[in-house]
Structures are given as structure tokens and as C-alpha cells.
């Protein structure tokens, strides 16, 4: 391996491991752990390329006292969901980018998820219901194992044969991967919700609403979503032991 490989993979480490200290810092626990584990993984691979023994010695020190933080998180979190108390906050600012589904559902997706339940009014209009299949992209691509995805909309008065429509698809498509939505609606529905049948809960202030629209078709941020431009809002991630049913 060769010492500008080496150097990269230090750069790439202090920078996920710097960001790990600040979402530490602001009480984002569980997206600093899955930062913390990351660089972790970086410094240990630049400890294994490294020769020079008082370089690895210092390596291992950073690497234990990261480790030692990644497990106080850890059991902190742990306690927290074990008496139900978790809540974190995150706000998203106007205009920020970086927080594709991939990146704000990573940290609460686990092995053991294998159901979902979305309550949310707006999956009608039609950038609506692309949102809603990228999540639904986003679940299948996760390390998770879904069987199940609940839908509970409101129905669009204006065209709701274009929201059926396109919802039908989406069904079937989805039981070609072998997971079942099921789709109801409702008038009354105003909350948005995101529940996942390991206990976590993810209320976002837009619900899976919250891109702002491209400024082109061949702008950045068109297809990338991470690199899409966000409306200010914000994040509720609570867990419980008990995931009640639609």
C-alpha cells in the first residue's frame, strides 16, 4: 500500500471521526456511533499499512479511546431505550444537503427490521409518490430484511387516479421483491410518522416531503439526493418496546 493511499485513508478518517465528535457533542448519539464506528474502521486499516512503531502506538491509543466513547454511546442508548426515555432532536436548515433517506434512516435500520409503518397525508402528488418509492428503494437496498410496508395517506381529490394509479404499480413492483405493501387511507389523517417494528420512531416536521425542487433537470442534486437542497425541518427520533399497528 502505498503512503499517499495511506495518508488518504488517515484524511478520510479524522474527517468522519471529527464528525462523529460533533454530533456527539450536540446529543445525536446514535448517528455519531454509526460516524464512530466508520473511522474506527478507517484508523484500524491505516494501522494495519503503518510500519513505524511509535506511529502504530499512537494509532492504537486513538483507536481505544475512540472505542471507549463508541461503547459509553452505546450503553447510554441502551439504558435510555430500556427505561423508554430515548427522544433526540435534529434540526435540518434551510438549504442544507447530505441528508438523503439513506443517510437520515441509516443509524435506526438493523437486521431485526422487518416492518414498516409510514403516516403521512402528502404521498399524492406526483414528486410525492417518488419520494415515497425512493424510501421504499432505500429499505430494500438497507441491511433489513422488509416484508411489510403500511401506508397511511390521504386520497388526492384532485387526481386520485393518478395517485391510485401510480400506488398499484408501486404494489406490485414491491411483491416482485417479496415485500407486501399495504395501502390505506384516510380524511382525517394530519401527523406524519415513520415507525419501524424494531421500536424506532422517526417524526419529521415534512414528513418525506422536505427536497426542495431542482433548480433544472441537469442540475446537481436532480438524481443525488444527497446532494438536494433540503426545506428547514425538523427531526423527532424516539424508541419504544411496544410498536402499535395501524
Keep these: 500500500m502505498t503512503q499517499n493511499h495511506v495518508s488518504g485513508m488517515e484524511t478520510s478518517a479524522i474527517s468522519v471521526l471529527k464528525r462523529a465528535v460533533e454530533l456527539d457533542q450536540s446529543g445525536r448519539f446514535l448517528e455519531s456511533l454509526v460516524c464512530y464506528q466508520e473511522g474506527i474502521q478507517l484508523l484500524m486499516d491505516v494501522l494495519k499499512a503503518v510500519k513505524d512503531e511509535s506511529k502504530r502506538g499512537h494509532y492504537r491509543d486513538k483507536i481505544k479511546g475512540y472505542m471507549d466513547r463508541a461503547e459509553q454511546i452505546k450503553a447510554h442508548v441502551n439504558q435510555l431505550k430500556e427505561d423508554g426515555k430515548y427522544h433526540e432532536q435534529m434540526r435540518i436548515a ?10 437520515l434512516f441509516k443509524p435506526y435500520i438493523s437486521s431485526a427490521l422487518t416492518e414498516v409503518w409510514v403516516e403521512d397525508p402528502y404521498i399524492r402528488h406526483i414528486h410525492q409518490l417518488y419520494n415515497f418509492l ?7 437496498k438497507a441491511t433489513c430484511k422488509v416484508k411489510t410496508i403500511h401506508l397511511l395517506t390521504s386520497q388526492d381529490e384532485a387526481d386520485s387516479q ?4 401510480a400506488l398499484a404499480e408501486l404494489k406490485d413492483s414491491l411483491s416482485s421483491q417479496g ?5 390505506q387511507y384516510s380524511s382525517t389523517i394530519h401527523d406524519r410518522e415513520i415507525r419501524f417494528d424494531n421500536g424506532w420512531i422517526i417524526k419529521i416536521g ?19 439526493y444527497d446532494l438536494r437542497q433540503c426545506h428547514e425541518t425538523t427531526v423527532d427520533i424516539f424508541h419504544t ?3 402499535k399497528t395501524l
Excluded: I, N, W
Excluded at 95 to 102: F, L
Excluded at 134 to 140: G, H, K, Q, S, V
Excluded at 179 to 183: A, E, F, P, Q, R
Excluded at 207 to 224: A, T
Design 134 to 140: 425512493r424510501f421504499c428503494e432505500m429499505l430494500l
Design 179 to 183: 415485500v407486501t405493501l399495504d395501502l
Design 241 to 243: 418496546k411496544h410498536t
Design 162 to 165: 393518478q395517485q391510485s394509479s
Design 206 to 224: 415534512r414528513g418525506l416531503d422536505y427536497f426542495k425542487r431542482p433548480k433544472g433537470r441537469f442540475s446537481v442534486g436532480y438524481c443525488d
Design 94 to 103: 434551510e438549504d442544507a444537503t447530505g441528508y438523503s433517506y439513506e443517510v
